[in-house]
């Protein structure tokens, strides 16, 4: 059986419009996703709530590759999406490109 599958790279910023260990957010389709830039330059895009009680990632904290939610303080991996502590969980993370002649930043859908 062949698979046949289809994925849609959508701009969604450009790179010097969010700040370094900081965070932007955007809406596709019903879903709000935030965008976070690492002190390393690297994009990261998740679902911007907390399993735990639907906080906004994007006004936590950023400490390395993790963002601690601003509600209870659950601390989320950027790269995976897994609740790290004090309990478990995820939110759904999604592939971002960074085009390193325009600066352009792209999510994977």
Known sequence: ME??????RIRIADLNE????????VRIHNTEIALFRLSDGSVRALEN??????GRLSEGMICGSVV??????????LPTGQVR??????VTTYPT???SESGAV???I
């Not at 969010?18 to 957010?25: H, K, L, P, S």
């Not at 709530?49 to 639907?54: E, F, Q, W």
């Not at 601690?68 to 991996?77: A, F, I, M, Q, S």
Request: charged share 30%.
């Open 49 to 54: 709530r907390c399993p735990h009680k639907g």
């Open 3 to 8: 698979t046949n599958t289809t994925t849609n």
């Open 85 to 90: 502590e004090p309990d478990t969980g995820c």
């Open 97 to 99: 490109e960074i085009d």
């Open 106 to 108: 792209f999510i994977v």
């Open 68 to 77: 601690h939610c601003p509600l209870h303080d659950w601390k989320v991996d």
């Open 18 to 25: 969010i700040d370094r260990r900081g965070a932007r957010t």
